[in-house]
């Protein structure tokens, strides 16, 4: 069973038209929740962390919210810029991060 | 450098070859992390550096796989007698932070082929 599950797998929006991206969870003792941004052929870049439920955190059109069993990425007017793989990864105590597969954002003009 | 170097990007290597991926950190960054990728999945972990002492290799999926970080900065992975199931990118990161954290940086990858 999977530990981490995001969905959905593959995301189309047009320009503007916000969403949101699920990231659920089946670890306990969390030490940390966190999002990256894949772009094809580069590595992960960081975006947020999270550590507790209520906790938000706000990067230009992204907003990273958690609760005690999964996390949302909401996308507000999302830009063709945005495109990417979105990835959702946990960390608990003692052990390396668990990543998700991971959900495909296009945006299209 | 600015950022994780990795090198080489693409290795092409018959079955049963031997591969060395080579991994230049941030200078400075304490810890150091070597992740597996699939094409469609997510990084899975391989093993963790801290400085050149190798904490947690749990994630090797097999005596053929080998890292080492001997002065606590460039690090090698060495793959032996490659597989097919071997192909996949080969991640690296690195963070300043000490211990298991998640804020990482992560290198461009190599992506290696096993024909």
């Known amino acids: 069973e999977d530990q981490v599950t995001q969905s959905p797998e593959a995301l189309r929006l047009q320009e503007g038209e916000s969403s949101s991206l699920n990231c659920s969870y089946t670890?306990?003792?969390?030490?940390?929740l966190f999002w990256y941004r894949q772009d094809p052929g580069k590595g992960p870049e960081f975006l947020f962390t999270?550590?507790?439920a209520g906790e938000e955190k706000e990067k230009e059109r992204l907003k990273a919210t958690l609760t005690k069993k999964e996390s949302f990425l909401h996308i507000t007017a999302p830009k063709p810029e945005d495109s990417a793989t979105y990835l959702c990864?946990?960390?608990?105590?003692?052990?390396?991060?668990?990543f998700g597969k991971g959900t495909t954002l296009s945006v299209s003009s | 450098g600015a950022g994780v170097s990795q090198s080489p990007r693409y290795k092409v290597a018959k079955r049963g070859q031997d591969v060395a991926l080579r991994c230049d950190p941030i200078?400075?960054?304490?810890?150091l992390f070597w992740y597996q990728q699939a094409l469609g999945q997510g990084p899975e972990f391989l093993t963790y550096?801290?400085?050149?002492?190798?904490?947690?290799k749990s994630g090797l999926p097999s005596d053929r796989f080998f890292a080492e970080r001997p002065e606590g900065s460039v690090s090698t992975l060495k793959i032996q007698r490659t597989q097919q199931e071997d192909s996949a990118v080969y991640l690296c990161?690195?963070?300043?932070?000490?211990?298991?954290?998640?804020?990482?940086?992560f290198g461009e990858g190599s992506r290696l082929t096993v024909l």
């Open positions: 999270l550590y507790s």
């Open positions: 200078s400075g960054h304490v810890s």
């Open positions: 990864a946990v960390r608990e105590a003692g052990t390396a991060l668990i």
């Open positions: 990161a690195s963070s300043f932070q000490a211990g298991n954290t998640g804020e990482l940086f």
């Open positions: 670890v306990s003792g969390l030490r940390g």
């Open positions: 550096f801290q400085n050149e002492a190798q904490l947690d």
